[in-house]
């Protein structure tokens, strides 16, 4: 089964500067792609950043479960997904979440 390293925070609190240094001195670490169907923004890649997808496939993923967790924002743009996917192996993995992140993962992954 695979573990989870949960880094917890706001947006903009540093977690991802922190989980870049955690991996520099831990290679073994792992990262799950985090899957969205917003638009990518500027200096954004495909698969780097984000698994960018349209709405429909993240209902459709989160539908057929391939997501860890899921959750929605209504912008003023429409409604906007994310989710993590589910881990491929038993590794361990280090995530940067939200309280609702952890909220919805807390719930999937033993304690």
């Known amino acids: ?11 903009g609190t540093g977690k991802d500067t922190i989980k870049e240094r955690i ?15 917003r638009s990518m923004r500027a200096g954004e890649e495909q698969d780097v950043q ?6 429909e ?3 459709q993923a989160n539908t ?11 912008t003023v743009n429409g409604i906007r997904a994310y ?3 589910y881990p491929k192996d038993d590794s361990t ?5 939200s309280i ?4 919805n993962l807390r719930l999937k992954i033993p304690q």
């Open 23 to 37: 991996q520099k001195e831990m290679p073994e670490l792992k990262s799950l792609p985090m899957w969205t169907s």
């Open 100 to 103: 609702e992140q952890y909220n």
């Open 64 to 74: 057929e479960g391939k997501l860890l967790e899921y959750r929605e924002y209504k």
């Open 57 to 59: 496939e993240m209902m």
């Open 93 to 97: 993995y280090i995530l940067t979440v």
């Open 50 to 55: 984000y698994h960018f997808v349209t709405y």
């Open 1 to 11: 089964m695979a573990k989870f390293i949960l880094l917890l925070g706001k947006g």
């Open 83 to 85: 989710g993590t996917e």
